[in-house]
T-cell receptor, first 118, second 114 residues
Framework: AQKVTQAQTEISVVEKEDVTLDCVYE???????LFWYKQPPSGELVFLIR??????QNEISGRYSWNFQKSTSSFNFTITASQVVDSAVYFC???????????????FGQGTTLQVKP | SAVISQKPSRDICQRGTSLTIQCQVD?????MFWYRQQPGQSLTLIAT?????????ESGFVIDKFPISRPNLTFSTLTVSNMSPEDSSIYLC???????????FGQGTRLTVV
């Protein structure tokens, strides 16, 4: 079975603070993909990053960085110098690769609501 | 990246009626999915829409309640049948070009059942 756990339901920080959103996943597949999405108050889902299970390199994109560790089944997301516009719900998701029972679906975690106060 | 259009964007429906939601992708995609997002909750997969065959439903969702069509590689519909207030939710269409790609999402259909 596949599962994604985002233990942090809500996080509140003051602008310019760094914040890390945790994501722990479970899968029996050896090849899989992990994703982060942002859902601002407007409601649309914005894709942030995709990482495959063979690539454990950390990634940095501007103020965003991601730490993928297979040993702990974690794919954590850090926002550096947070801004009010970062306020949103952030979802971590997992998709296993082709198998007889897999349709390419994404399984989502519960989401973490980030509030950045000015 | 694929652009997904959903119609209607919102609707208020009477209990016992049905609503069909349309999802149009601007390019051919391998995979299409339907999710439900209840207020303040995460996304729950309803089913995978299979082109030319019956959809693959997740546990807890049945074809009689949520019939899905996918006549080609760019279009799908989800019908919410015999609606009750518990069906009030946001319904999201999603598409992927392949296993190695991300999923894109429509803007969602906000359904209220009264």
């Amino acid at each position: 079975a596949q599962k994604v756990t985002q233990a942090q339901t809500e996080i509140s920080v003051v602008e310019k603070e760094d914040v890390t959103l945790d994501c722990v996943y479970e899968t029996r597949d050896t090849t899989y993909y992990l994703f982060w999405y942002k859902q601002p108050p407007s409601g649309e889902l914005v894709f942030l990053i995709r990482r495959n299970s063979f690539d454990e390199q950390n990634e940095i994109s501007g103020r965003y960085s991601w730490n993928f560790q297979k040993s702990t089944s974690s794919f954590n997301f850090t926002i550096t110098a947070s801004q009010v516009v970062d306020s949103a719900v952030y979802f971590c998701a997992l998709s296993a690769t082709r198998s007889s029972s897999n349709t390419g679906k994404l399984i989502f975690g519960q989401g973490t609501t980030l509030q950045v106060k000015p | 990246s694929a652009v997904i259009s959903q119609k209607p964007s919102r609707d208020i429906c009477q209990r016992g009626t049905s609503l069909t939601i349309q999802c149009q992708v601007d390019s051919q995609v391998t995979m299409m999915f339907w999710y439900r997002q209840q207020p303040g909750q995460s996304l729950t997969l309803i089913a995978t829409a299979n082109q030319g065959s019956e959809a693959t439903y997740e546990s807890g969702f049945v074809i009689d309640k949520f019939p899905i069509s996918r006549p080609n590689l760019t279009f799908s519909t989800l019908t919410v049948s015999n609606m009750s207030p518990e069906d009030s939710s946001i319904y999201l269409c999603s598409a992927r070009e392949g296993f190695r790609t991300e999923a894109f999402f429509g803007q969602g259909t906000r359904l209220t059942v009264v």
